[in-house]
């Protein structure tokens, strides 16, 4: 018998969240019936015509017809969630020959996945440090390395695995001149000393363009993808958020040694607190059996499989990056050499899509402005929806195999 899942992480999240839905929706209704409701800037118009459309309701028919649709979709929510908890789904992809390891790291070679893709073109390929890697390769057919491999490439993939005792001492200093080095390497070794093109995704793009301005000679072209490095566009400064979870933040670090898994995904639980709300009311509608509902377990899974990060790592990303703004203001180093990106040659394609919110455009935006030259592709998708979803392929696949073969 197939074993409920551990997620969605954080549990307690979601189910506080349901919970406070149902009291403020009924809290809400009790003081517009009063004439009263604080609204906020951004919603006044829409509150004051949704105040006036309940002029002339029964108060009485309305409160019991709202506790009947919170009692839907709050049974809906519960539903989907043991639904998802329960599906027989698991990724079975087999994973592709390691050439070189290192602690946790190692670089699978997906040439292994397309007969004609080990005679293809090296092209090295970065992953963020704070989810699993296999968001490039969820399924069979959602495979933007599997795709590559069968349009010319042999993707070779740093895969970050999950960090041991070592691992989490490193910094980030470790991780690009030392781990991201010696994968580029292998990569030229397999080009037969030529430079190879290096695709970064999301914090690995920001990893990937400061391995570019380090390396230049070993990298022929660079592809970021949703790289954020202006960590305050569009906020004029750091989240408030962060300032006041700071000391907690400092603690917990400083305690384990590293950022637990569950504080990560928090984090980014916080960005939408109700997404889990309303996706698993809706995958509760789905048959289980359908590729939809495969697709979404997929996807879920992925979620909920996070590693913890260094210490070290969660120091510079946090209060380095988002606290002070490092990248964008000229003081980010990494092994002493300040990593400007005005100093990358190489042909460049920033890959910024438009329904970002984990990664805003704008930031992103910062570090491909900076590049001499650099392209843009701007993809109608989200920050994980280019990668996986339903128009991945015309979106972002396509072109970026014509890019890469352009360069």
Same mark, same amino acid.
């Given at each position: 018998?197939?074993?409920?899942?551990k997620?969605?992480?954080p549990m307690?999240?979601?189910?506080?969240?349901?919970?406070?839905?149902?009291?403020?929706?009924?809290?809400?209704?009790?003081?517009? *019936?009063?004439?009263?409701?604080?609204?906020?800037?951004?919603?006044?118009?829409?509150?004051?015509a949704?105040?006036?459309d309940?002029?002339?309701?029964n108060?009485?028919?309305?409160?019991?017809?709202?506790?009947?649709?919170?009692?839907?979709?709050?049974?809906?929510?519960?539903?989907?969630?043991? *639904?998802?908890?329960?599906?027989?789904?698991?990724?079975?992809?087999?994973?592709?020959?390691?050439?070189?390891?290192?602690?946790?790291?190692?670089?699978?070679?997906?040439?292994?996945?397309?007969?004609?893709?080990?005679?293809?073109?090296?092209?090295?390929?970065?992953?963020?440090?704070v989810?699993?890697?296999y968001?490039?390769?969820?399924?069979?057919?959602?495979s933007?390395l &599997?795709?590559?491999?069968?349009s010319?490439? &042999?993707?070779?993939?740093?895969?970050?695995?999950?960090?041991?005792?070592?691992?989490?001492?490193k910094?980030?200093?470790?991780?690009?001149?030392?781990?991201?080095?010696?994968?580029?390497g292998?990569?030229?070794d397999?080009?037969?000393?030529?430079?190879?093109?290096?695709?970064?995704?999301?914090?690995?793009?920001?990893l990937?363009?400061?391995?570019?301005?380090?390396?230049p000679?070993q990298?022929?072209?660079?592809?970021?993808?949703?790289?954020?490095?202006?960590?305050?566009?569009?906020?004029?400064?750091?989240?408030?958020?962060?300032a006041?979870a700071?000391?907690?933040?400092?603690?917990?670090?400083?305690?384990?040694?590293?950022?637990?898994?569950?504080?990560?995904?928090?984090?980014?639980?916080?960005?939408d607190?109700?997404?889990?709300?309303?996706?698993?009311?809706?995958?509760?509608?789905?048959?289980?059996?359908?590729?939809?509902?495969?697709k979404f377990?997929?996807?879920?899974d992925w979620?909920?499989?996070?590693?913890?990060?260094?210490?070290?790592?969660?120091r510079?990303?946090?209060?380095g990056?988002?606290?002070?703004?490092?990248?964008?203001?000229?003081?980010?180093?990494?092994?002493?050499?300040?990593?400007?990106?005005?100093?990358?040659?190489?042909?460049?394609?920033?890959?910024?899509?438009?329904?970002? &919110?984990?990664?805003?455009?704008?930031?992103?935006?910062?570090?491909?402005? *900076?590049?001499?030259?650099?392209?843009?592709?701007?993809?109608?998708?989200?920050h994980?929806?280019?990668?996986?979803?339903?128009?991945?392929?015309?979106?972002?696949?396509?072109?970026l195999?014509?890019?890469?073969?352009?360069?």
């Open positions: 018998m197939t074993q409920p899942r997620g969605p992480r307690l999240l979601h189910l506080m969240t349901a919970g406070m839905v149902s009291t403020s929706s009924s809290a809400a209704w009790n003081l517009l *019936k009063s004439g009263w409701a604080p609204w906020s800037k951004n919603l006044l118009p829409k509150g004051n949704l105040q006036k309940l002029e002339n309701v108060p009485e028919a309305f409160s019991a017809a709202l506790l009947d649709e919170l009692n839907r979709r709050h049974a809906g929510f519960l539903d989907g969630l043991e *639904k998802y908890r329960a599906h027989e789904f698991h990724r079975t992809l087999e994973t592709p020959p390691v050439l070189w390891e290192s602690g946790s790291t190692r670089l699978l070679d997906y040439g292994a996945t397309a007969p004609a893709a080990k005679s293809g073109r090296p092209v090295l390929v970065v992953p963020s440090l989810n699993r890697s968001i490039m390769d969820l399924t069979a057919d959602r933007l &599997r795709y590559l491999a069968t010319g490439f &042999r993707p070779l993939l740093v895969d970050w695995g999950t960090p041991g005792p070592a691992d989490l001492q910094s980030l200093d470790d991780y690009v001149v030392g781990d991201l080095a010696s994968a580029l292998i990569a030229a397999v080009a037969n000393g030529h430079a190879v093109p290096v695709i970064g995704y999301c914090m690995g793009g920001t990937a363009a400061a391995l570019s301005v380090l390396q000679d990298i022929s072209a660079l592809v970021l993808m949703a790289a954020p490095w202006d960590f305050h566009a569009d906020t004029g400064g750091p989240p408030p958020a962060l006041a700071r000391p907690a933040l400092e603690n917990q670090i400083a305690t384990l040694g590293h950022l637990p898994v569950d504080t990560l995904q928090a984090m980014f639980f916080a960005l607190p109700l997404q889990g709300w309303t996706k698993f009311q809706a995958f509760s509608e789905i048959n289980p059996g359908a590729a939809a509902a495969l377990v997929a996807l879920e979620l909920n499989d996070g590693v913890p990060l260094a210490g070290d790592v969660a510079t990303c946090l209060f990056w988002y606290g002070d703004n490092e990248p964008a203001c000229g003081t980010w180093k990494i092994a002493g050499h300040v990593i400007d990106p005005a100093q990358i040659a190489c042909p460049t394609l920033g890959v910024l899509p438009s329904e970002d &919110r984990i990664v805003p455009p704008a930031s992103a935006q910062a570090l491909v402005d *900076k590049i001499p030259n650099a392209e843009l592709l701007s993809p109608k998708a989200g994980i929806g280019m990668m996986v979803g339903s128009k991945a392929t015309t979106e972002l696949w396509s072109p195999s014509e890019w890469l073969s352009k360069h």
